[in-house]
């Protein structure tokens, strides 16, 4: 059996979860968003080989020396960052760690490349849980119990499990599975609740679209770095796959993707 190949930058299946803090640069779905961008923007516009032949060699000149002039450096990366309108803080820290690495670790940073990666960090994304910023889900199964009083018929609900005596298996899994899945449908709506409390932002995706993350990504590099208008990438689609698209569609994807990764935000 052949072996499946890794994924390429971009392609990867995990997107992050279901809401991001649109005031924070690190929650997870938008770090994500915007790392896919970066790379997609270098692969299909060139961004970080522009950046290595006509910004670095003036930051370089700029580092040599902390009285050196870095007029030549700031314009350099203003006149790079206009081309492809990515004058945003989160790509220029990301732009200055690369460059960076470039500078002292030239060897390393395949710099030579005809797309040259960004620095190696910049794909690493902290997936580990934390059980501290969660509510627990717990259930327990529960029955049905009464008695009589003197002041009349008392019910409730108790913890229990499975009388092995009184009801059969099959009985008791189908009772405890409708119990579990209420129970975890109260809990996700729960959870939802809190998050949009908290300010958090549901990202927009659609489960059952036949269209890919990454193309939706691609129609926004397109968009924001091409400034390509909707129509030139419909029909740039339907030229390298062979499928009309609505252009509805892409301008609907592309402003999901803009509010995510944050390209409507002030510019610097």
């Not at 390393?108 to 960004?118: A, G, I, L, T, V």
């Not at 300010?199 to 400034?227: D, E, H, N």
Request: hydrophobic share 35%; proline share 7%; charged share 30%.
């Amino acid at each position: 059996m052949p072996k499946k190949r890794p994924p390429k930058p971009g392609e990867e299946i995990w997107l992050g979860g279901d809401f991001f803090n649109p005031h924070g640069p690190h929650s997870l779905p938008r770090e994500i968003a915007r790392k896919g961008f970066l790379v997609l923007a270098s692969e299909l516009c060139g961004v970080t080989a522009a950046l290595r032949d006509h910004v670095l060699p003036h930051y370089r000149d700029a580092s040599h020396s902390p009285d050196s002039n870095m007029q030549p450096f700031t314009t350099a990366l203003r006149k790079w960052s206009d081309e492809y309108h990515l004058r945003f803080r989160w790509v220029f820290d990301q732009v200055l760690e690369t460059l960076i690495l470039w500078t002292l670790y030239p060897a390393f940073s395949k710099k030579d490349q005809p797309n040259p990666p960004w620095h190696p960090l910049f794909h690493l994304v902290k997936r580990r849980r934390r059980a501290g910023k969660t509510l627990p889900f717990v259930f327990t199964y529960k029955v049905p119990v009464f008695e009589v009083t003197r002041e009349g018929t008392r019910d409730w609900l108790e913890d229990s499990g499975w009388d092995v005596e009184l009801e059969r298996r099959e009985r008791f899994i189908a009772d405890a599975r409708q119990q579990f899945e209420q129970a975890l449908k109260n809990y996700c709506a729960d959870a939802e609740r809190g998050a949009a409390e908290r300010g958090l932002v549901k990202v927009k995706r659609s489960r059952a679209s036949k269209i890919s993350p990454l193309v939706k990504m691609k129609w926004t590099v397109q968009r924001q770095c091409r400034a390509l208008g909707f129509e030139e990438i419909a029909q740039d689609h339907l030229d390298q796959t062979g499928e009309g698209v609505d252009v509805s569609t892409i301008i609907k994807a592309v402003k999901d993707q803009f509010d995510l990764i944050g390209l409507d935000d002030e510019k610097i």
